[in-house]
């Protein structure tokens, strides 16, 4: 029988790794072309609810123009009887106002760095390694820009 029971701890632990990096809370908190040069958050989590969402979130028109991160667990399956695998999706998004940086990437691509830096071949989320498996860009609207990046995690069932 298939226990899914660690979804929330792996999106607390996910959500705990975005808030580590201060460079990617910059790139999500502050507006500026230069936001590794703004002041360094003195308590990151402001941004959990706000930037980054432990659920599906798409920004729409009415939302404040900003960059955000939202997650979703999905094509969760047994192996042998003995574990699941499953892919987790980070979505990166970003309004078009705010898509240039002074850093010769796109605020979009520098965010989805920073995760993959995070993520990709780390442990403490199911077991093992987490390991990459796809990124491609995302449609939203005519205000976002965003991509998903997806890893791959196996768990005890």
């Keep these: ?15 705990e790794r975005i808030i580590s990096s201060q460079n990617l ?3 999500l908190k502050y507006p500026n072309n230069n ?5 360094e958050l003195s308590d990151p989590s402001e941004l959990i609810y706000k930037n980054i969402f432990p659920y ?3 920004p729409s028109q009415k ?3 900003g960059s955000f991160i939202a997650l979703s667990f999905g094509r969760y399956k047994p192996v042998h009887n ?13 309004n078009m106002d705010l898509i240039q940086t002074d850093y010769g990437v796109l605020r979009t691509d520098f965010i989805i760095s920073e995760i993959d830096t995070i993520m990709n071949s780390s442990k403490g989320i199911g077991m093992g390694k987490v390991e990459f ?3 491609d860009e995302v449609y939203l ?3 976002y820009l965003g991509y998903y990046i997806a890893y791959k995690l196996y768990e005890f069932n």
């Design 35 to 39: 936001f590794l040069e703004q002041p």
């Design 133 to 135: 498996i796809d990124m």
């Design 82 to 94: 003995v574990f699941k695998s499953g892919l987790i999706y980070v979505y990166a998004f970003t």
């Design 1 to 15: 029988m298939s226990r899914l029971r660690d979804l929330s701890k792996d999106k607390i632990t996910i959500m």
């Design 56 to 58: 599906r979130k798409v």
């Design 141 to 143: 609207n005519e205000q």
């Design 63 to 65: 939302d404040t123009i």
């Design 25 to 27: 809370c910059k790139a």
